[in-house]
């Protein structure tokens, strides 16, 4: 199964949407909370040069925010990243 990771907001219900996403898949995300924490944020403008929420990796490799993640799924290239 693939390495998931999303920064996150607390309340975002773009985070939401994204995180159903992925449970509706059965696929465990690591969760990175970085509304509030300076330096997980700078982290996540650093690697996805994004200032929006959330950021989603998989496997190290920038997704995008949720429509970025909706969009993947509908062409049918989620499944493949996930290992599914």
């Known amino acids: ?7 996150t907001k607390f309340m975002c219900p773009f985070c939401i949407r994204a995180k159903a996403l992925f449970e509706k898949k059965g696929v465990d995300i ?5 509304a509030a924490d300076k330096v997980k944020r700078a982290e996540m403008n650093k690697r996805s ?3 929006t ?5 998989i496997d190290g490799k920038h997704i995008g925010g949720c429509d970025d993640l909706f969009d993947l799924d509908r062409k049918g290239g989620l499944d493949p990243l ?3």
């Open 1 to 7: 199964m693939a390495k998931v990771e999303m920064y």
């Open 30 to 34: 690591i969760d990175i909370p970085a």
């Open 49 to 51: 040069g994004r200032n």
């Open 53 to 57: 929420f959330p950021q989603i990796f």
């Open 82 to 84: 996930l290992g599914k």
